[in-house]
C-alpha cells in the first residue's frame, strides 16, 4: 500500500489528463442517462420564459465567442426553442465582439429547424461596443444604439422592431453572458429602467452572481451546463446539455476519488518523513 | 461513421489537437496556435469594430444619409464629427510630441464613466446587497428566515475577518474565524464552478472532434 501511495505521489500529471480524456470519451461515445435535478434558481428563469403568451416580446442578449460557447450554446438552444414553443416573439442583441457572427448562425440555426421568419418572428441587433453606453441608451431608445440591424436594415422596416421604443416594451430580458457585461445589465439596465431580468453565466462566474438572486435584482440564473441540462430537463427536450452534464457527473467524481488518493498520498508521505 | 470533408473543420480540428498537445509538453505546434489565436482575435475585431460600429454610426450617417438618427439636423452631424476627432486624437500616444492630446478624448471617457459607474454602483452593490442582508421579520421561524440568518452571519463574519484595526483576539478573532470558514466555503463553491466550467470547454472539444471531425458520434 505505502509503495503505491508513494508512485501517487510521484504521478506525471500527464497520467491524470489521459484519465479525464477517457473519463470525457468514452460517455461521449455511450452515453449514460443520470437524472438531472432541477434548482429553483433554474426553474425561476424557465417560469419566465413559461409565462410568454403568443406575440409576447422578449430581448435575449447573447454575449460569448467560441471559448465559452460550449457552455452557454446549449442554453440559448433551450431558450430560443422554449421561445418559440410558446409563440412568443424576441429580439437578440450581441455585445461581445468575437461572438457576433456566431450568435448569428445559431438563432439562424433554430429559426430554420422551427421555421421562424426574420423580421416577423425574431430579429438580430448584431454588436455594439461599450455595453454600459449601450444599454444605458437602449433605455431611451433602442435605435440609438442600434439604427440598423445585424443585416444593415432600418429597424422601422421590420415588422418586429415597429412598435418597440425600449424596454418597457419587452416582457423582460434575458442575458446569456460570458463577460462582465452581466454587471452592466443589472447596473445601468435593471437598477436603472427596473425591468425583469434574467441571467445565464459561465459556471465560473455563477458564484459571483447568486447575491443578486438573493437580493432580487435579478429574476433568475443559469449556471453553465448545468443551468443548460436544468432548463432542457424543464422543457423535456434532454438535449446536448444534459448528455454533457452526465459526463461532467463522471468527470467530477473522478477528480473527487484523485483528490482523496492524492490527500491520503500526501499525509501518509508527511508521516513517513516525520 | 462519416469523416468530414470540411476544410474548415479539419483546419478547427488540427488547432484543436495542437491545442491539446502542450498537455504533453510545450512545442512548436502549441505556439502556433496560441499566435494564430492572438492575430486572427485581433483581426476578427477590427473587422467587426468597422463593420459593425464605424459604419453604421459614422460613416452612414455622415456621408449616405446626411443625418444622425439620435440628433437629427446640422447638430448632429456636427456632434458626429467632433466625435470623430476626439476618437482621432486617441491615436496620437504613437508620437511622443503630441502624445499628450490622447489625454483629452480619454478624460472625457473617464468622466462620464466615473458619472454613470459611482452612484448606480453604490446602489447596487452597496445599497441593494445590504437591504438584502437585512432579516425580514416576516420569515422568522422558516427556511427562509434561517438563509437570512445565515447570510447575516456570514456577511458580518466576514467583514469581522477584514476588520485589522483590532488584533483578531477573544471574541473578536472567533467571529472573524467565523468570517474564515464563511470565505473557505465560497471560495470551495467557485473552485467546484470553474471546475465545471473548464470540463464544459473540454467535453465541447471532445465533442467535436469526435462528431465533427471525426463523425464517431451521430
Redesign the interface.
Known amino acids: 500500500m505505502r509503495g503505491f501511495l508513494a508512485k501517487v505521489s510521484q504521478l506525471d500529471r500527464r497520467v491524470i489528463f489521459l484519465l479525464m480524456a477517457v473519463a470525457v470519451i468514452i460517455p461521449l461515445l455511450f452515453p449514460a442517462k443520470l437524472s438531472v435535478k432541477v434548482t429553483p434558481e433554474s426553474k425561476k428563469v424557465f417560469d419566465l420564459v413559461e409565462s410568454l403568451q403568443p406575440g409576447d416580446l422578449f430581448l435575449l442578449d447573447m454575449d460569448y465567442g467560441p471559448d465559452t460557447m460550449a457552455e452557454l450554446e446549449p442554453m440559448t438552444y433551450a431558450i430560443m426553442r422554449h421561445a418559440h414553443r410558446r409563440g412568443a416573439r424576441l429580439i437578440c442583441m450581441c455585445l461581445a465582439a468575437t461572438g457576433v457572427s456566431l450568435i448569428e448562425s445559431e438563432i439562424r440555426t433554430v429559426a430554420e429547424e422551427r421555421g421562424m421568419e426574420y423580421g416577423r418572428d425574431y430579429g438580430y441587433l448584431g454588436y455594439r461596443p461599450y455595453p454600459a453606453a449601450v444599454i444605458l441608451s437602449m433605455g431611451q431608445d433602442i435605435r440609438q444604439s442600434f439604427p440598423i440591424d445585424y443585416y444593415g436594415t432600418r429597424l422601422d422596416s421590420l415588422p418586429i422592431f415597429r412598435n418597440v421604443k425600449n424596454y418597457r416594451d419587452f416582457k423582460f430580458v434575458l442575458s446569456v453572458n460570458a463577460t462582465s457585461g452581466v454587471d452592466a445589465w443589472i447596473m445601468y439596465g435593471k437598477e436603472r429602467y427596473n425591468f425583469p431580468l434574467a441571467i445565464g453565466v459561465t459556471a465560473v462566474m455563477a458564484a459571483d452572481y447568486y447575491n443578486y438572486l438573493q437580493s432580487g435584482q435579478i429574476v433568475g440564473i443559469l449556471g453553465g451546463l448545468k443551468g443548460a441540462a436544468e432548463y432542457e430537463t424543464l422543457l423535456g427536450e434532454g438535449e446536448r446539455a444534459t448528455i454533457w452534464m452526465n459526463i461532467q457527473s463522471i468527470c467530477h467524481l473522478l477528480i473527487v476519488v484523485l483528490i482523496i488518493i492524492g490527500n491520503i498520498a500526501f499525509m501518509a508521505g508527511k508521516k513517513d518523513q516525520s | 461513421m462519416a469523416l468530414s470533408v470540411d476544410p474548415g473543420v479539419w483546419l478547427a480540428a488540427f488547432l484543436t489537437l495542437c491545442i491539446f498537445s502542450f498537455?504533453?509538453k510545450d512545442n512548436l505546434f502549441y505556439r502556433i496556435a496560441e499566435h494564430l489565436v492572438v492575430g486572427v482575435?485581433a483581426g476578427?475585431?477590427l473587422v467587426?469594430?468597422i463593420r459593425?460600429?464605424l459604419v453604421?454610426y459614422f460613416v452612414?450617417?455622415l456621408f449616405r444619409e446626411r443625418n444622425w438618427?439620435?440628433i437629427p439636423g446640422p447638430l448632429g452631424l456636427f456632434l458626429l464629427v467632433i466625435a470623430a476627432f476626439l476618437g482621432i486624437l486617441i491615436f496620437t500616444r504613437f508620437s511622443t510630441r503630441y502624445s499628450w492630446l490622447a489625454r483629452i478624448p480619454i478624460a472625457i471617457i473617464w468622466g462620464i464613466?466615473a458619472g454613470?459607474?459611482i452612484p448606480?454602483?453604490l446602489?447596487?452593490?452597496v445599497i441593494?446587497?445590504l437591504?438584502?442582508s437585512i432579516i425580514d421579520l416576516k420569515t422568522v421561524g422558516t427556511w427562509d428566515g434561517f438563509n437570512s440568518l445565515l447570510?447575516v452571519i456570514g456577511v458580518l463574519s466576514g467583514l469581522t475577518y477584514f476588520f485589522f484595526s483590532k488584533a483578531h483576539k477573544g471574541a473578536v478573532g472567533s467571529v472573524a474565524k467565523v468570517g474564515i470558514w464563511t470565505l473557505m466555503i465560497?471560495f470551495g463553491?467557485?473552485f467546484g464552478?470553474?471546475?465545471?466550467?473548464r470540463?464544459?470547454?473540454?467535453?465541447?472539444?471532445?465533442?467535436f472532434l469526435?462528431r465533427d471531425w471525426l463523425g464517431?458520434?451521430k
Open positions: 498537455l504533453y482575435s476578427y475585431w467587426i469594430l459593425q460600429t453604421p452612414i450617417p438618427n439620435v464613466g454613470f459607474v448606480l454602483s446602489q447596487t452593490k441593494r446587497q437591504q438584502a447570510v465560497g463553491a467557485t464552478f470553474t471546475a465545471m466550467a470540463i464544459s470547454l473540454l467535453i465541447g472539444r471532445m465533442d469526435l464517431i458520434i
